[in-house]
């Protein structure tokens, strides 16, 4: 049974919005830090946003400003508000928990399967 299950990718136009919600167990969502990761193609993977059970969150860089992460406790889901998107945000996004922010996307995280989001000059 999958623990971490990502839905709303697709393909957009730059300068357009998307939002990416990962669905997780009621054993991952109360425990564990939650985040987001891509990887584009021919690239490593990188971090794109954590946010903690108690709410805290994390941004790279390269999203500030333009994306944004939360959760719904109540629905047991982490979205990824993604506005001002630029070609260069197309990758596979990954769902990820961990048990801290800090060793997120090492050794003991979960990850979902992944969706595609495409942005088109």
């Known amino acids: 049974q999958a623990q971490l299950v990502e839905s709303g990718g697709g393909l957009v136009q730059a300068g357009g919005s998307l939002r990416l919600s990962c669905a997780a167990s009621?054993?991952?969502?109360?425990?564990?830090?939650m985040g987001w990761f891509r990887q584009a193609p021919g690239k490593e993977r990188e971090f794109v946003a954590a946010?903690?059970?108690?709410?805290?969150?994390k941004h790279a860089d390269s999203v500030k400003g333009r994306f944004t992460i939360s959760r719904d406790n109540a629905k047991k889901t982490v979205d990824l508000q993604m506005n001002s998107l630029k070609p260069e945000d197309t990758a596979v996004y990954h769902c990820?928990?961990?048990?801290?922010?800090?060793?997120?996307?090492?050794?003991?995280?979960?990850w979902g399967q992944g969706t595609q989001v495409t942005v088109s000059s």
């Open positions: 990820a928990a961990g048990i801290d922010v800090r060793v997120l996307g090492g050794k003991g995280t979960f």
């Open positions: 009621e054993w991952i969502f109360s425990r564990y830090t």
């Open positions: 946010i903690s059970w108690t709410g805290g969150s």
